[in-house]
């Protein structure tokens, strides 16, 4: 029903940046909370950032002030911009969407993409 491609991924050395991008696509009517979560190989599933339609933003603590997450609500797409990267923030990246309406009325649904790899190595 929903559907959510992630891009933007790459090689980066230590302090690069790099942008992240998702796209939601299906029916949808609203997207209540879309953000991004990562895991590094052993390690489980951690967020990154989240964001709101109406704008409020939540940041991991490792992340704030490096990271700054954006949102066009028109297209369905989330950003993730990535600022003085670490080697520890090496993972594979998720887009998630939480609290989908689509057009048909229904409700309460979520998405996740496939994920787009993030190395941080000289």
């Known amino acids: 029903q929903v559907q959510l491609v992630e891009s933007g991924g790459g090689l980066v050395q230590p302090g690069g940046s790099l942008r992240l991008s998702c796209t939601a696509s299906g029916s949808i009517f609203s997207i209540y909370k879309m953000g991004w979560y990562r895991q590094a190989p052993g390690k489980q599933r951690e967020l990154v950032a989240t964001m709101t339609r109406g704008g409020n933003r939540n940041y991991a603590d490792s992340v704030t002030g490096r990271f700054a997450i954006s949102r066009d609500n028109s297209k369905n797409t989330v950003y993730l911009q990535m600022n003085s990267l670490k080697p520890e923030d090496t993972a594979l990246y998720y887009c998630?969407?939480?609290?989908?309406?689509?057009?048909?009325?229904?409700?309460?649904?979520?998405?996740w993409g496939q994920g787009t790899l993030v190395t941080v190595s000289s």
């Open positions: 998630n969407a939480d609290g989908i309406r689509l057009i048909t009325g229904q409700s309460g649904l979520d998405a």
